[in-house]
């Protein structure tokens, strides 16, 4: 198996854990749905161009400020946060899951699990 398909495995696993964390907390799944797609609002940054727009979506396609919230979240007993985080490690895991990796400031289609979309 190549790399990029361990990588995609590993999406996929964390994108069950997170969803099953998730249900154990008994949380909306009307704001799992409403939310999930909330961090590609980060293509925006793609309008000021490629490097900018790699920059935003990367920044918010990373698992760093996700989990900072879950700890936030656990630490301060704020289970809202801990939704919200959960729902953005799906969101996450997902898109590696399917391909869509870590943007390169030289192209969108550029990514750190390959080229995505069809060739020219």
Not at 36 to 44: A, I, Q, T
Not at 84 to 112: N, Q, Y
Request: charged share 10%; with cysteine.
């Amino acid at each position: 198996m190549t790399p990029t398909r361990w990588l995609r495995l590993e999406g996929a696993a964390e994108l069950v854990l997170a969803s099953w964390v998730y249900a154990r907390m008994g949380a909306s799944w009307y704001l799992f749905a409403a939310l999930f797609l909330g961090p590609d609002v980060s293509m925006l940054g793609y309008l000021a161009g490629p490097r900018v727009g790699a920059w935003c979506y990367n920044t918010v396609h990373t698992y760093a400020a996700a989990l900072s919230l879950v700890a936030v979240g656990v630490a301060l007993r704020r289970p809202m946060a801990v939704s919200i985080a959960l729902i953005w490690c799906a969101h996450i895991s997902f898109d590696r899951m399917v391909g869509f990796g870590l943007k390169s400031p030289e192209s969108f289609r550029a990514t750190h699990l390959g080229v995505i979309g069809r060739a020219g």
